[in-house]
Every structure is written in structure tokens, then in C-alpha cells.
């Protein structure tokens, strides 16, 4: 069964950094791996994503501020997140498939999240 778990969420003043990192285990081949994120009243939606090729999709609101990254050999993705925003406040997931969704919250695995709350 794969597992995974979220960690490095917080608290941030506008314009500061977290980074954001999800455990994985379970499993013994690759998975695809994205994050997520869902604030109160909207619907969950794809932040970034990473292919097997190490190629990456985002969502165009985090394009140029976020960067996502795994380290394979730890089995652990990871979401840098610069330049936050109050915006960007949420809960964030990530999630894993043996398919690539890209940003569809269509993953078969998913995190228990981090939150994520940015002030102004």
C-alpha cells in the first residue's frame, strides 16, 4: 500500500518561502507525482507535477515562483515555494499514480496534506 506523507507546512508573511516535502513508501517502482492544493470553498486543484523524464507542468499561477523536484534514492517529493502569496493559501496534497494525470486531481494516492497560510 503506498503512503504518503506530507511535512514543512506553515505559517508565512507575504512574499516569504517554504518548502514543502512528501514522504513516499510502499511501493518499489516509479510513480508519477504531483501536488495539490484545495482552499476552503474551492475545488482541489493542480499545482505542479513531475513526469518520469523529470519534465514538469504548473499551474500557471505558481509558474516562475514554485519549483517542484523529487529525490528518488530518499523517495521524497518536493515543492519549493517562493514568493508566496495570501492567495496561495491552502491545504496542499501531494499525490502518486502509476499513470500521469499531469495537473487532473485524478492520482490514485494521495497525502494527508500540510497547510499552507500566508498573510499580507
Known amino acids: 500500500q503506498v503512503q504518503l506523507v506530507e511535512s514543512g507546512g506553515g505559517s508565512v508573511q507575504s512574499v516569504g518561502s517554504l518548502r514543502l516535502s512528501c514522504a513516499a513508501s510502499g511501493y518499489t517502482y516509479s510513480y508519477y507525482m504531483g501536488w495539490f492544493r484545495q482552499a476552503p470553498g474551492k475545488e482541489r486543484e493542480g499545482v505542479a507535477a513531475i513526469d518520469s523524464d523529470g519534465s514538469t507542468s504548473y499551474a500557471d499561477s505558481v509558474e516562475g515562483r514554485f519549483t517542484i523536484s523529487q529525490d528518488n534514492a530518499k523517495n521524497t517529493l518536493y515543492l519549493q515555494m517562493n514568493s508566496l502569496k495570501p492567495e496561495d493559501t491552502a491545504m496542499y496534497y501531494c499525490?502518486?499514480?502509476?499513470?500521469?494525470?499531469?495537473?487532473?486531481?485524478?492520482?490514485?494516492?494521495w497525502g494527508q496534506g500540510t497547510q499552507v497560510t500566508v498573510s499580507s
Open positions: 499525490a502518486a499514480d502509476t499513470v500521469f494525470w499531469w495537473l487532473l486531481p485524478k492520482y490514485k494516492y
